[in-house]
């Protein structure tokens, strides 16, 4: 037999969180008992090269007590290396050696679910699958019934037979998907709530409490049927975001007609026409028109943004005033939209360290107290001349009571909610670690270029050093400045095209990380670079010093033109606050966050720009090493610390800190899948609304423990007492469970 070996993902920051197990989510209903199992398992420790991937669909998998099941099942085929479970969309994929699927369908049915191959190049997320609805009629005579037997049975009206007939009745009409789901589970040693309430409502028909064992079936079924109503809420959260694009598009063809086809079908490449008022369906770059798009459902933006020739548009947003015409850049599985909703389904996998705790802790809590009741029902009686009836009564109350569930349930649907609800105002949270953990950052380190600053700076000032170069200095530096990716290098490249420069050829060019270019050009090497490349290169000079002094201190960033002579031009370079990053900073301060910028810019210009906004200190001339060593001695010092970045040159210091966010993700190729916290817009203040959200589910969290495992103990010691009855359990159970999904889903009103 294939033993099962955990198959671990290991973050990039894992070292500053701990261990995340990665178990997934409980995200339906009966999840009572379910082992911890993560969403990618691995079956065989060596991958063979012809193993081929199938996906189904189950619509009966959608808690973790199914999943369990399957993959104890699954693990005794012969030929199956690994299971992809993903429980938002009941989409199991199993990567495996056998000749056709058969066998794995067979081992599925075993289990009562039905498993639907689905197409190999559908990944399942198109589309959030809605469970069959079933008949109500069967529930409500089954309630008939259950009431007829208890007023039958109060008011002596007929024999006891009748009122066991119209219990049966009841029970039958709506139990019989509890007692198969039961079976199952005992048959796996699996004490679900299927279970449970099985054997509590067989044992009260046993000692003859027809009324009772009906109506604890009935308002089972009526509860479990609710609560699952609920839960479809957070999961619909995540599937609304599925249906933010069109299936259609209209795209231009070879003979340059229009005409609309399905977006999973239009190419990288094709041209695409968007009217007004028309969702956009693909992502792409506008190659003709213009006009405002509300990108919302992507950034959070409020307000709608002006798209033109070469902007780029994002799949799920609305055109709002002109047409426009685009080249798509990205297939519709490869959207925006595509990778954050498959960043928000991934992120429900890792578990945040209060479901951690819910989950030992209800692995434990239940075999105990279902010991607990074996004792209850055997002992008085059999050692203290207790009655048995009594005994074995009270014993059945305590497994109706023993369910985890709402425990169970009160972590995964916050977690999920807090998830959905950040989504939806452009915040992209990578897990529920740091959805939870962000309530502890009481220090937020931030880059400056780009993140405090609209990192759209301009040239402001140029003075030619060495004569000989008067004319061709600006050319130089431009032509430097080009082949940069770095703001201030692009802010002067842009000036000398203004100026209509012809810019040179540039060969063997190389990026000096923190320091600037070098590149040579007509057989010459030349640097374009900050203070800190001149002093590495030895031409630095008082005079100069001087000079960069005072344009440092007017808050501008300055960067010299050198040759091996030494240096021929400087030119200063200026950046604009943003007016989100003023009100950011105020709002961290409001929330007890200190701010530091660290930025590879000059001292000070970097206080300049901090006093403007209002940052508590300022550091300059940093490399990225020396940000990561500035976070660690934030954390020598006791700090909680969080990182704001670019995801690229931050890259150190965005993975030491205890939560990396990396800003205007949208749109980009790495940062999605590599920050904790992605903002999908430049608005540094959607880190105080991510903190203020992790504070509320952190107390939503602590809201629902403190419920669930207050009112177990209330009625576990009123069943001791002798004054509980079983329907009176699970009105506590179920109507506990509840609370805690309602209350849990009060973060998505936020």
């Not at 049975?153 to 789901?181: D, N, Q, S």
């Not at 550091?619 to 700090?639: F, R």
């Amino acid at each position: 037999m294939n033993q099962p070996v955990s198959h671990e993902h290991k973050h990039p920051h894992d070292h500053a969180h701990g261990d995340d197990d990665h178990g997934h989510a409980a995200h339906g209903h009966s999840c009572c008992g379910a082992k911890a199992a993560p969403p990618l398992v691995q079956l065989s420790e060596t991958a063979s090269a012809q193993a081929q991937l199938s996906r189904f669909r189950i619509e009966a998998m959608d808690c973790p007590t199914e999943q369990t099941l399957i993959q104890d099942k699954l693990s005794k085929l012969a030929g199956i290396e690994q299971l992809e479970f993903n429980l938002i969309n009941r989409v199991l994929g199993v990567r495996h050696t056998l000749d056709g699927t058969a066998d794995i369908e067979r081992a599925i049915d075993s289990l009562g679910m039905k498993a639907e191959p689905i197409a190999a190049q559908d990944d399942g997320s198109a589309s959030v699958p809605q469970p069959a609805k079933a008949h109500w009629w069967p529930l409500a005579l089954s309630g008939v019934a259950a009431i007829a037997a208890e007023i039958v049975h109060f008011a002596a009206l007929a024999p006891e037979w009748v009122v066991a007939g119209l219990a049966l009745a009841a029970i039958l009409g709506c139990g019989l998907g509890t007692y198969k789901k039961g079976w199952i589970a005992l048959k796996n040693r699996n004490l679900n709530i299927n279970a449970l309430m099985s054997i509590a409502v067989t044992g009260a028909v046993l000692i003859g409490q027809w009324p009772e064992a009906a109506m604890v079936m009935v308002l089972f079924t009526v509860a479990e049927l609710i609560e699952a109503r609920s839960l479809d809420r957070a999961r619909n959260a995540i599937g609304g975001l599925m249906q933010l694009t069109p299936d259609m598009a209209t795209v231009q063809q070879a003979d340059g007609q229009w005409r609309e086809l399905d977006v999973r079908e239009v190419a990288i490449g094709a041209l695409v026409r968007v009217r007004p008022g028309e969702r956009i369906g693909l992502d792409g770059e506008v190659t003709r028109g213009q006009s405002s798009v509300d990108q919302a459902p992507i950034t959070g933006e409020s307000l709608p943004v002006e798209k033109g020739v070469g902007d780029k548009l994002f799949a799920g947003t609305i055109n709002q005033a002109g047409a426009l015409e685009f080249r798509v850049t990205a297939a519709a599985g490869q959207s925006t939209l595509a990778r954050i909703i498959k960043a928000v389904e991934e992120a429900q996998g890792a578990r945040a360290p209060t479901q951690r705790f819910v989950d030992r802790f209800s692995r434990i809590y239940t075999p105990v107290v279902f010991a607990i009741a074996l004792a209850v029902a055997l002992i008085p009686p059999l050692f203290l001349a207790g009655a048995w009836f009594d005994w074995v009564y009270r014993a059945l109350v305590l497994l109706v009571v023993a369910c985890p569930c709402a425990l169970v349930i009160s972590t995964p649907v916050t977690i999920v909610s807090g998830l959905a609800a950040a989504a939806r105002k452009g915040i992209l949270i990578k897990g529920g670690v740091y959805l939870e953990g962000g309530r502890h950052l009481d220090f937020l380190a931030l880059d400056k270029t780009g993140t405090i600053t609209h990192g759209k700076p301009v040239q402001t000032d140029a003075k030619v050093l060495a004569p000989l170069f008067e004319d061709r200095a600006q050319a130089l530096a431009a032509s430097l400045g080009e082949r940069s990716d770095h703001p201030v290098s692009r802010a002067i490249a842009e000036f000398g095209k203004q100026q209509g420069l012809a810019l040179s050829e540039v060969s063997d060019f190389v990026a000096l990380a923190g320091r600037g270019v070098r590149g040579v050009i007509a057989g010459e090497v030349y640097h374009l670079g900050n203070h800190r490349l001149v002093e590495e290169l030895g031409l630095c000079s008082p005079a100069l010093e001087a000079q960069l002094d005072a344009l440092e201190r007017q808050g501008k960033t300055v960067v010299l033109l050198l040759d091996r002579s030494g240096p021929l031009a400087l030119f200063a370079v200026a950046d604009t606050v943003k007016d989100s990053s003023r009100q950011a900073i105020a709002e961290l301060h409001q929330l007890g966050i200190k701010t530091v910028m660290l930025t590879g810019d000059n001292p000070h210009t970097a206080q300049a720009i901090a006093a403007v906004v209002g940052i508590d200190r300022a550091e300059g001339n940093l490399l990225p090493a020396d940000k990561l060593k500035t976070i660690e001695a934030l954390y020598a010092q006791g700090h909680r610390v969080g990182m704001v970045g670019d995801g690229i040159n931050d890259a150190p210091a965005l993975a030491r800190a205890e939560i990396g966010f990396a800003m205007a993700a949208a749109g980009t190729d790495t940062a999605i899948e590599t920050a904790d916290v992605a903002l999908m817009d430049d608005d540094l203040r959607k880190i105080p609304a991510f903190v203020r959200l992790s504070r509320q589910s952190a107390a939503i969290l602590m809201q629902n423990i403190v419920l669930a495992l207050g009112i177990k103990a209330i009625f576990l010691a009123i069943t001791f007492a002798g004054m509980a009855t079983m329907w009176m359990a699970v009105f506590a159970d179920m109507g506990v469970s509840l609370l805690v999904v309602f209350n849990g889903l009060r973060l998505l009103r936020k």
